[in-house]
C-alpha cells in the first residue's frame, strides 16, 4: 500500500481498518478464553481468567509498546527513503526483541504467583488463575516475535497481512478452546494451551511470510540471513528511546487496571468476573480509537521523516474525527444489546447486572476525552515525543484513575460504583493535556 497516493482520510482509513479489524478478532478470541471458561468450567474458573487476563495484558503491551516504537522507526526512515537504515532497524529490532522475549517470560514466571496474591485474588479462583499463569507466561517470547514481525510490515505500509495473520491465530484459538476446555474439561490450563499454541502459530508464520518476501522480492530491504539478528549500535539506542517510553507507557496503562482489577476482587467474586467482563466489552468498544491511533502513529512518523509536518497535523485531526465516529457506532451497539452480549459469558444473573452497571458508567460518554487522549498520545509517538505519550498515560492511569479509586472507595464508599466512577472520568484531564501539546506545534521542530 502506497502512503502517499491518496488523500488523508481515505488514507487513514484504509491502512487502520485491517488493524481495527486484527484488534477485534484478537479480541474475540481473548473473550473466547472467558466465554468457553465461563460457561463450561464456572464462575471461579471465570473470575481467575479475568484476573490472569490483566497480567496477560501487561506483558503483552509491553511487547507491543516496544514493537511499535520500532515499527515508527521503520516507517521514518521510509518516509526519508533510506533503505540501509530500514534494513538495520529491522535487524536491531529483531535482535533486541528475542532477547526481550526471554527476560519477559523469566520475569513472568517469578512476579505471577506474589502479583496474584496482591491482586486479591478470590480464594476460590486462586489455583484457576495460578495454572492459567503457570502456562500463558510460556508465550511471551512468540508475542513479542510476532508483533516485531507485524509492527515492520505496518512500518512499510502493510496492513493487511498482520490481519491475515490474527484471523488464522484467532481462529486456532477459539477451535482449540472448544477442543480443549468443552470436549477434553481440562479447565482454564485448556484455555491456556489454546492461547500459547496458537501464539506459536502466529509467530512462526510471521516469520515465514517476511522470509518468502525476501526470497521473493529482490528489492525488499531486509532478508533473513546470519546477521538477521545481529543489532546495529547506532540505532539500537534510536529503537530503545522510542520503544521503552511506549512499553512503560502500555505497561502502566494496563498496571493501572491490575490494581483496579485488585480492588474489585474486594467485592467478592461476581464483582471481580463482572469486571473482568466490563473490562473486555470497553476495551471492545476502544479498538476503533487504538487500530487509528496506531495508524496515526505509522503515518505520522512517515510524515515526519519526509519532512512534512503539516501532513503529520491533518493525520492527528482526522485520526481523532474518525475513531469518534467508529467509537459512536460500536458504543451504540453495545448499550443495544447490553445484557444479552454480558449472557455471554456467564449465565450468572448476579454477574450480569453487575457487569451492566459497570459498562454503564464506564462506557458512555467519557469515550469522547478517552478517543482525543489516544490519538494524540500516539501521534506525539509517531511525532518523535515518546515521553510526552508516556507521561500523559502515567497520569490518566497511576495518579488521576488510581487516586480517584482510592478516594471514592476508601473515603467516600462508593464501593464498586466508585471503581466505575473513578475510570470514567480518568481521561479527562489528560484529553486536555493532550490537545495542549498538539495545538502548542513544538512537535513541528522533531523533523
Keep these: 500500500m502506497k502512503l502517499k497516493l491518496n488523500p488523508v482520510t481515505r488514507e487513514l482509513c484504509l491502512f487502520a481498518l485491517p488493524m481495527l479489524i486484527g484488534n477485534i478478532l484478537q479480541s474475540c478470541y481473548s473473550m473466547a478464553d472467558m466465554a468457553v471458561v465461563g460457561q463450561f468450567v464456572g464462575r471461579d474458573a471465570l ?11 501487561v506483558s503483552n503491551s509491553v511487547c507491543i509498546g516496544f514493537t511499535v516504537g ?7 526512515y521510509r518516509g526519508a527513503g533510506d ?3 530500514q534494513m538495520a532497524i529491522i535487524r536491531t529490532l529483531f535482535a533486541l526483541s528475542a532477547l526481550g522475549g526471554v527476560l519477559l517470560t523469566a520475569t513472568g514466571y517469578l512476579v505471577y504467583p506474589p502479583l496474584l496474591r496482591l491482586m486479591n485474588t478470590p480464594a476460590e479462583a486462586l489455583p484457576h488463575a495460578a495454572a492459567y499463569m503457570s ?25 493487511r497481512r498482520p490481519l491475515y495473520l490474527v484471523a488464522v491465530t484467532s481462529a486456532v484459538n477459539i477451535f482449540l478452546d472448544y477442543l480443549l476446555v468443552g470436549f477434553f474439561r481440562l479447565g482454564v490450563s485448556g484455555a491456556a494451551i489454546a492461547t500459547v499454541f496458537s501464539q506459536a502459530v502466529s509467530c512462526s508464520v ?6 518468502r518476501q525476501g526470497r521473493q522480492d529482490k528489492d525488499f530491504v531486509f532478508r533473513f540471513d546470519k546477521y538477521s539478528l545481529s543489532p546495529d549500535k547506532t540505532h539500537t539506542g534510536d529503537i530503545l528511546r522510542l520503544g521503552i517510553p511506549t512499553a512503560l507507557r502500555s505497561a502502566a496503562l494496563n498496571l493501572s487496571y491490575i490494581v483496579v482489577a485488585a480492588l ?29 491511533g496506531q495508524a496515526v502513529s505509522t503515518m505520522a512518523g512517515h510524515a515526519m521523516g519526509a519532512r512534512d509536518p503539516g501532513r503529520a497535523g491533518t493525520i492527528a485531526v482526522k485520526g481523532i474525527l474518525a475513531s469518534l465516529f467508529c467509537n459512536c457506532i460500536f458504543l ?18 448476579e454477574v450480569i447486572e453487575s457487569g451492566a452497571r459497570y459498562l454503564l458508567i464506564c462506557c458512555s460518554f467519557n469515550f469522547i476525552p478517552s478517543v482525543v487522549m489516544n490519538v494524540l498520545d500516539n501521534f506525539a509517538t509517531g511525532a518523535g515525543a515518546p515521553f ?10 497511576a495518579v488521576i484513575r488510581l487516586g480517584l479509586s482510592f478516594l471514592l472507595t476508601a473515603a467516600f464508599d462508593y464501593g464498586f460504583t466508585g471503581l466505575c466512577i473513578a475510570e470514567s472520568v480518568s481521561p479527562v484531564i489528560p484529553c486536555l493535556i493532550g490537545l495542549t501539546f498538539f495545538l502548542r506545534g513544538r512537535w513541528r521542530s522533531e523533523t
Design 388 to 397: 510526552v505519550a508516556m507521561l500523559n498515560t502515567l497520569l490518566h492511569s
Design 47 to 57: 473470575a481467575a481468567v479475568s484476573n490472569t487476563s490483566m497480567i496477560f495484558f
Design 135 to 159: 502456562i500463558v507466561s510460556a508465550g511471551n517470547l512468540f508475542v513479542f516475535g510476532y508483533n516485531a514481525v507485524c509492527s515492520v510490515m505496518r512500518g512499510l505500509g502493510d496492513s
Design 206 to 211: 510471521a516469520i515465514w511470510v517476511l522470509w
Design 70 to 76: 520500532g515499527g515508527v522507526l521503520v516507517a521514518k
Design 83 to 85: 533503505k540501509p537504515a
Design 332 to 349: 451504540s451497539g453495545i448499550h443495544l444489546f447490553l445484557r444479552p452480549f454480558l449472557g455471554l459469558f456467564s449465565p450468572d444473573p
Design 264 to 292: 474489585f476482587n474486594g467485592y467478592g467474586t461476581a464483582a471481580a468476573a463482572a469486571a473482568g467482563i466490563g473490562l473486555k466489552v470497553n476495551t471492545f468498544v476502544a479498538m476503533p480509537s487504538w487500530a487509528v
